[in-house]
């Protein structure tokens, strides 16, 4: 079992992509978000972010055209060098995908990547997407464990047979293996009450996709960070890291910033509630919350600071969003992903200055400054090396 | 996004009056619920949702049943079907009729919540295996049959029933208003069963034809107390809820 890699920095940044278009739409509407969704991850990865993360959903109307993330990916890593690629996530339901297909994929892109390759793991949370491919949500969270558990030896064993409760397969060698060995650091969705705990007993990176108020992620942060220590991990090496997600606008004029990034805030968040959620239509104690549901709202009419902008929102001019940064580096967060744009509603060129501001003002602060909280969970893991 | 594009005049004449805000709750203890749930053709839908609503993703309907042994006005049944859409950034249901067999309790749960009360009967047949749900009009005649099949046991706590808006006239200001109902219910039973749509009267619910069930959901029933609440919110149908919604009470 190998140790959790060594980090060189402390807080990393990533920009999080689920490719909102807005109506009307024409025929050219898609093709604008994707094109304006490469150049901000090739902006990004010049500019110092760490990850660039593409959500799977399917159906999601306005909400999320991104329905093929591996070829997004695949397309963001062919436009730059150092930023990694990741799945966020791919839903390890075998109604949307065959196992097989997501170690064979996953594979290819670590490949044309060169190892730059998160795989982030889940379910769905939405009626709309697991009752559009008639998937049972009673299922879900099994499938996902049978998958998280296969993953690691489809990619690392030369040949490879399955026999389980959701699927199986003969002896065959799965092709290509992946670049980063022994193979691609895996990561858990973390929407559910609870889930922090499942990523954390299996060894895995606790990927925030929620858009949770700052202590109700911290919460979850501290019970993943307890149970890694024993963990049990499904792969080859632990991934101990927690991200979180929020929304981020960075302009010099600070009042500019709050109106404009509060305005995607909540667009974004109209935007999401639109969708039937998996708890809304059907009753299952597999998903305990309504999605993102809550959390927008709540931090929607939650605390927010005297300038309006929620809590742990990235919405200001560089000096405020290291402020707000700060407080989620202090609370032992790995990494913050941002959401940079909601319905194209803020003009590409302001998103493009949003992310050199950061890259130029914000990043500096946070760059071989390893916090205490970090360096000492991941210590405690290290010297557990699982269990 | 996308916004109901009903036309309110096509049914403000039926709006029931509701007199003010000023409701107190009214406990209905013993109660059942039966919910059937289907998705709909979101090609129709959309001229089923007034301006102030937007369709939910999909957009689905619910029967809803409901049977109260006793209440201020003696034992009464109601029988709905409702568009699942959304209120701004919340889930809500337009509710298209509420058949009611006690004519005390369809005045009063017209006038003080803004109910779409007429007379009809709803009927809950439970079998071993499934429950049969019927809501006939005054005349007898058949409007909606449904089933909840196989049912199964499952947590209160995973329940999450849909509040209603129901196109009203204000008595005060004569002012055509969408009323939000959201009851309360505290569980003593509940279970989940296949829904199975049989029948649906479109003629009967003024859906106009429009409702095309596509994929069956679920069904729940539910032994329950139901808790009519105050009225806290009222909104214009005509504008975006988000903007003209009003707190009341």
């Known amino acids: ?387 | 996004m996308r916004f109901g594009t009903l036309d309110i005049n096509e049914i403000a004449a039926a709006a029931p009056e509701i007199d003010g805000y000023g409701t107190e709750p009214l406990s209905l203890k013993n109660a059942q619920v039966l919910n059937v749930t289907s998705e709909v053709s979101a090609a129709g839908s959309d001229a089923l949702l007034p301006p102030a609503m937007n369709p939910s993703i999909p957009p689905y309907v619910e029967c809803t049943v409901m049977v109260f042994p006793d209440s201020p006005w003696g034992p009464f049944t109601t029988g709905e079907l409702r568009l699942v859409g959304r209120a701004g950034f919340r889930p809500r249901a337009r509710t298209f009729k509420t058949y009611v067999d006690n004519p005390k309790a369809a005045a009063e749960l017209a006038r003080r919540w803004g109910f779409p009360a007429v007379p009809g009967k709803a009927m809950l047949h439970p079998r071993h295996e499934r429950i049969v749900v019927e809501i006939n009009d005054e005349r007898g005649r058949r409007v909606l049959d449904a089933e909840m099949m196989d049912r199964e046991p499952i947590s209160g706590s995973e329940i999450q029933y849909i509040a209603s808006m129901h196109l009203a006239r204000n008595r005060a200001d004569g002012k055509l208003v969408l009323v939000q109902v959201d009851p309360e219910y505290v569980f003593t039973k509940v279970d989940r069963g296949f829904s199975h749509f049989i029948y649906i009267d479109q003629e009967a619910w003024g859906t106009k034809g429009l409702l095309s069930l596509t994929n069956p959901i679920i069904s729940t029933w539910a032994q329950c107390e139901v808790i009519l609440p105050k009225v806290r919110y009222v909104c214009d149908p005509n504008r975006n809820a988000l903007e003209s919604t009003v707190k009341v009470g």
Not at chain 1, 145 to 165: I, N
């Open chain 1, 1 to 387: 079992m190998l140790p959790p890699k060594e980090e060189t920095t402390a807080m990393k940044f990533g920009i999080f992509f689920e490719l909102s278009v807005p109506r009307p739409w024409t025929r050219d509407s898609e093709r604008i978000v994707y094109e304006n969704a490469l150049e901000q991850a090739a902006l990004a990865d010049e500019v110092g972010f760490d990850y660039a993360w593409a959500v799977e959903h399917h159906f999601l109307e306005e909400y999320s055209h991104c329905s093929a993330p591996e070829l997004f990916l695949t397309a963001i890593a062919m436009k730059t060098k150092r930023i990694r690629v990741g799945h966020g996530i791919v839903v390890c339901v075998p109604e949307y995908t065959h196992p097989i297909k997501v170690a064979e994929r996953t594979a290819v892109l670590d490949i044309l990547s060169r190892g730059r390759l998160e795989v982030g793991t889940g379910r769905s949370a939405t009626w709309c997407e697991l009752g559009g491919f008639r998937a049972n949500p009673d299922e879900t969270k099994k499938t996902w464990d049978e998958y998280v558990h296969c993953l690691p030896d489809m990619w690392t064993k030369e040949r490879y047979s399955y026999q389980g409760r959701v699927w199986s397969m003969p002896e065959r060698a799965i092709l290509p293996k992946p670049y980063q060995k022994p193979h691609p650091p895996m990561w858990v969705a973390v929407t559910s009450p609870g889930t922090e705990i499942d990523a954390a007993d299996r060894g895995m990176g606790a990927l925030g996709i929620s858009y949770d108020p700052l202590p109700v992620q911290e919460k979850k942060l501290q019970e993943y960070r307890r149970h890694i220590k024993n963990c049990e991990p499904v792969g080859q090496v632990i991934n101990n890291n927690c991200a979180a997600l929020t929304f981020l606008f960075c302009n010099e004029d600070d009042k500019f910033a709050i109106k404009q990034g509060t305005g995607m805030f909540m667009q974004f968040g109209l935007l999401a509630n639109q969708i039937v959620m998996c708890r809304e239509a059907y009753p299952t104690k597999a998903y305990a919350s309504a999605g993102l549901l809550p959390a927008v709202r709540s931090q929607a009419q939650g605390p927010s600071d005297n300038a309006g902008v929620p809590e742990g929102v990235a919405i200001g001019d560089p000096e405020r969003i290291v402020k707000t940064l700060k407080k989620w580096e202090s609370a032992g967060f790995d990494s913050i992903n941002f959401l940079t744009q909601a319905v194209e509603m803020i003009p590409q060129e302001q998103v493009l200055n949003s992310l050199r501001l950061f890259g130029k003002h914000v990043i500096p602060h946070f760059k071989r400054e390893q916090s205490a909280a970090q360096g000492a969970a991941r210590e405690d893991v290290a010297a557990a090396g699982g269990r």
